[in-house]
């Protein structure tokens, strides 16, 4: 299971305008309206998502809210990481900036900056099954990008190109609305191309020193969150390589992590945790990924997770989702 701050779910919820039922939305994510805002709080990745596909799905036309949730973003919402960003010398040293500390908003999104001869891309990878909530998600997380690069610069910044991997929502009208540039769907990667000047511009805010007595704040924070989501990460993915010749015992996989049983158990029981909750985080998120991504028939996705027999997968597939597996795959391939 990955994490996203729940800073971005307000936004979001924000952004849906006031016929929401806030307080209902909020409770499903185990949120309340008036929590302290910040960074820390993390929501699960999946339910992130379903939050964007409820609320677009309410939505007349949602092609704009993935933008109007970016458009909603400041600095000073992202704690410590917002004022680094700002401090930064320059707008390449902002996105440097997210490049190494975005893992303090959340685990299955990376930042990359890339050099290309017009200037350098900023790149969003991010990983999981590539439902309707994490394309808007990707194009929210853009746009929130573009918010804070022009909020920090004492100039208007236009990119050159938006890069989207899925294909383009009916039209591109609003993109290029909001980001001021041409933008290619079903590209390659996702991401923004900036131009060399807007790139090497100074900052509104830059402060090379300030920047400075940052980094050990954000390098403390950095080491704390990776320190809580490895072990479940590893066992995570170790888990699911096995899961194609049955359901792996955690004896089996405390050896391959180089613990005892006793102590994966204690482990995992400090993060709030269990193996059988992971064996299901990890048998549920291969399936969807199968599902979506694959040709396979819903019997090899059966065997491919780990089940015995097609009918205990689709019994198992109906509580995580609340949709038969033919049911979720017509559901996200055809949205």
């Not at 996203?4 to 939305?25: E, Y």
């Not at 401090?87 to 997210?98: F, K, N, V």
């Not at 980001?179 to 000047?197: K, T, V, Y």
Request: proline residues 5%; contains cysteine; neutral net charge.
């Amino acid at each position: 299971m990955g994490v996203i701050t729940a800073l971005f779910a307000r936004k979001v919820i924000d952004a849906a305008g006031p016929d929401v039922d806030r307080a209902a939305l909020f409770a499903r994510l185990g949120l309340a309206p008036d929590d302290p805002p910040g960074v820390k709080r993390m929501v699960p990745d999946a339910d992130y998502y379903a939050l964007l596909e409820e609320i677009a799905a309410a939505l007349p036309d949602a092609r704009d809210f993935p933008l109007r949730v970016g458009a909603s973003m400041r600095c000073d919402d992202y704690g410590a990481f917002g004022m680094a960003w700002k401090t930064a010398p320059t707008l390449r040293g902002s996105l440097e900036r997210a490049e190494r500390y975005a893992r303090l908003l959340t685990s299955v999104a990376e930042h990359e900056v890339r050099d290309d001869p017009r200037g350098a891309f900023f790149l969003l990878h991010r990983s999981g099954v590539r439902r309707l909530g994490l394309r808007l998600s990707n194009e929210a997380t853009l746009a929130s990008a573009m918010a804070i690069m022009r909020e920090v610069s004492p100039e208007p910044v236009t990119p050159l190109e938006v890069h989207l991997q899925h294909a383009t929502p009916g039209t591109a009208n609003a993109h290029e609305a909001y980001f001021g540039c041409p933008i290619r769907f079903d590209a390659d990667l996702d991401g923004i191309l900036i131009g060399e000047a807007d790139l090497s511009r100074s900052n509104r805010l830059g402060d090379a020193a300030l920047a400075r007595f940052l980094a050990p704040q954000l390098e403390e924070e950095l080491a704390a969150v990776t320190r809580e989501t490895s072990f479940e990460q590893v066992l995570l993915r170790r888990v699911s390589d096995h899961l194609s010749a049955g359901p792996p015992r955690a004896a089996a996989m405390a050896r391959e992590m180089g613990v005892s049983e006793r102590t994966l158990h204690r482990r995992l029981s400090e993060e709030g945790l269990s193996f059988q909750g992971i064996l299901e985080k990890a048998r549920r998120r291969l399936a969807e990924g199968l599902l979506v991504q694959s040709d396979h028939s819903i019997a090899e996705i059966a065997f491919l997770t780990g089940f015995a027999e097609q009918s205990s997968f689709t019994r198992a597939f109906k509580r995580w989702s609340e949709r038969t597996p033919a049911a979720f795959r017509d559901h996200h391939r055809n949205r």
